[in-house]
């Protein structure tokens, strides 16, 4: 990405050629108070809308994606250099995700009783989740579709308006599917674009928005957070990770070396679930570092047909890469296959690297690249410590025969699949989200639908209460039962 001379528009540079591949105009803060002003009007429609309105909307939205594939593949190809046929598979998964959010809104948000208690039996008590209003969702470039998607399709299946501000390196796809959502849904701007960096992001955050729905790294988080606390404006942080996978002594070592290599290079591991660090049972160690040598080999990063992964996106995290590898290598680390001398410009080939320091930033920091490195660990203790030891807690994958889901429920992370990679961010029933550095909140599932509405309790008084307590008229007598029932309650234990 590169500004143009006159700052109004910036150019984006194909990460494979360096040509420009599109122009986009760089929004200013008043550009996004009035995209802003404009949702809220489409806000009070869009929610004045039943949930099986908005949901044939969001169904109509689905089907232009699905005509327009071979375009928007392109463009996320030429945009961030994502081979054509995993974009694809990109777009399969986000499109799971809104079928859901359309379909589970109104039972997942729609209006239901709860039980009142023994002190409020004359209540009726009832809570529903209504929309926010107005919500900013700003993206990264990674999975240009399904990680704003993650955000879009359950912000606006729960009934509310959207500004998006995309990746400024894949402005292109943003634009898209806000095109493709005004063709399923004219009437009103539900969704919006808004194109830019930083600045423009920042903006995004002090315009007044009712939430922000913010993926990206764990740095530009804070900066988003810090903007927001100013109008205690509510966030949601989709951030960065340090994804282990572990391989016990029982596992299939086959299956675990597969994972472990589309964990690690697809998308030339620039992925927020990536696996970069992998534990492994000494009984299998060795057998494993030689199926995963064996399978990564085969693996070239280029731009031509035989190759499986791009190059790198952004420039700067070339940097990054270089500064990792040669870190390990300098601290005892050696490189299986890859290394330094196999980074040409933004083309990194995979890197598998062992006997490296866990205090390393190969092991500590988020690479971003297709990079893994390989640890011996005398058992599965030693891997759920080394596992937890991250600030990070993002994703984990686990290959076990016996005991995947003990282990699985002793790591810290929002997610855990077992025997297969990723798995949970696949499944739309399933919450997706992070601790500690990775964030908080939840996309997908129920959690991702209530994350842009807000709890409203409703209580109706059936009749009278008996035990009249909140009134100056209150009697020593009520006083005297109430206290007898309160002991009789809560006392007993
Ligand atoms: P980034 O943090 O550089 O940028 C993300 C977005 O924030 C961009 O749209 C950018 O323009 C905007 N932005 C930058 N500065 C801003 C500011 N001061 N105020 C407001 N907005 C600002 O991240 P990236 O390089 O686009 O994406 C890669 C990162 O995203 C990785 O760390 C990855 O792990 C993370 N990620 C996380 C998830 C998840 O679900 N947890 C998913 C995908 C990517």
Not at 195 to 220: M, P, Q, Y
Not at 273 to 287: F, N
Not at 380 to 391: G, L, P, T
């Amino acid at each position: 990405m590169a500004f143009t001379a006159d700052s109004l528009t910036f150019d984006v540079l194909s990460p494979a050629t360096g040509a420009v591949v599109g122009t986009f105009p760089s929004h200013t803060a008043d550009d996004v108070a009035a995209t802003v002003e404009r949702a809220r009007s489409a806000a009070v429609w869009w929610a004045g809308l039943s949930f099986a309105q908005r949901a044939k909307g969001l169904a109509r939205w689905r089907s232009e994606i699905v005509r327009g594939t071979d375009e928007l593949v392109e463009l996320i190809n030429s945009e961030m250099g994502k081979p054509v046929s995993d974009a694809k598979l990109e777009l399969a998964m986000a499109l799971e995700h809104l079928a859901w959010g359309g379909k589970n809104a109104a039972k997942v948000l729609g209006p239901r009783s709860v039980p009142s208690s023994l002190l409020t039996i004359n209540q009726a008590a009832s809570v529903e989740f209504p929309p926010l209003g107005v919500v900013g969702v700003i993206g990264p470039w990674n999975y240009p579709v399904f990680t704003p998607l993650s955000s879009l399709s359950f912000a606006l299946a729960a009934g509310n308006a959207v500004v998006f501000k995309p990746s400024e390196f894949t402005p292109g796809v943003g634009a898209w599917l806000v095109a493709a959502f005004q063709r399923a849904v004219p009437e009103h701007p539900v969704l919006q674009v808004v194109t830019g960096g930083a600045e423009t992001g920042a903006a995004l955050c002090r315009s007044g928005v009712d939430k922000i729905g913010f993926t990206g790294s764990t740095a530009t988080g804070k900066k988003v957070m810090a903007a927001c606390s100013e109008s205690l404006t509510p966030v949601l942080m989709e951030c960065g990770g340090k994804d282990a996978l572990i391989v016990d002594a029982d596992a299939d070592i086959e299956a675990a070396a597969d994972a472990a290599v589309w964990g690690g290079l697809s998308n030339a591991g620039q992925t927020c679930l990536a696996v970069e660090r992998v534990y492994v049972h000494e009984a299998v160690y060795d057998a494993f570092v030689t199926e995963v040598v064996k399978r990564a080999k085969a693996i070239r990063a280029g731009t031509d047909n035989g190759s499986k992964i791009g190059p790198i996106t952004m420039p700067s995290q070339v940097d990054v890469i270089l500064r990792h590898v040669t870190d390990a290598l300098e601290r005892g680390g050696r490189a299986l296959i890859g290394g330094l001398d196999t980074i040409d410009r933004q083309f990194v080939q995979p890197t598998i690297l062992v006997d490296v320091p866990e205090d390393s930033l190969a092991v500590t920091e988020e690479t971003f690249g297709p990079t893994l490195t390989v640890a011996k660990v005398a058992d599965m203790d030693e891997a759920i410590d080394r596992v937890n030891a991250s600030r990070y807690g993002l994703g984990a994958t686990v290959f076990s025969r016996a005991r995947g889901v003990e282990i699985a429920r002793r790591l810290r992370v929002g997610g855990v699949a077992i025997n297969a990679f990723v798995a949970y961010a696949t499944i739309p029933s399933l919450p997706l989200g992070g601790v500690g550095q990775s964030g908080f909140g939840r996309v997908h599932g129920p959690e991702g639908l209530k994350e842009f509405t807000y709890a409203k309790a409703i209580s109706r008084q059936r009749f009278p209460s008996p035990l009249a307590l909140t009134t100056f008229a209150r009697t020593e007598r009520t006083d005297a039962i109430a206290g007898a029932l309160v002991k009789l309650l809560h006392g007993r234990n």
